[in-house]
């Protein structure tokens, strides 16, 4: 194996649990913070950070009466498995985009 794709294996490996918290509401922070040398980390932290950002927005229109609710439940569905897919593409070491959040993703500088 060449080495770049052993160093990149390596940096995978080392970053997946941080960058599974990427995907834990709040805990997106702790990789933003910790892992700033880790691309893989950083990589699925910005995508988290505005995953974060969307449901906070959710949660605040949840005070719209009758429509907030409804807001609210099929924000909590979809975050929710969005956030479970993307855990499962960080335990098998891929850097998946999310559509159009990885075109807001990516203009995050630390």
């Known amino acids: 194996m060449p080495h770049h794709f052993k160093k990149e294996a390596e940096e995978i490996e080392e970053g997946k649990i941080f960058a599974i918290l990427a995907y834990l509401s709040i805990l997106c922070i702790i990789p933003l913070i910790l892992k700033k ?51 499962i593409q960080v335990l098998l070491g891929r850097y998946s985009r999310i559509p159009f959040v990885a075109e807001f993703a990516e203009k995050i500088t630390l």
């Open 37 to 87: 040398d880790n691309k893989f980390c950083i990589f699925h932290a910005r995508q988290g950070l505005i995953l974060f950002i969307l449901e906070v927005a959710i949660f605040v229109l949840s005070v719209i009466p009758f429509v907030g609710v409804i807001l609210w439940r099929l924000g909590v569905l979809f975050f929710g498995l969005l956030s479970i897919w993307c855990i």
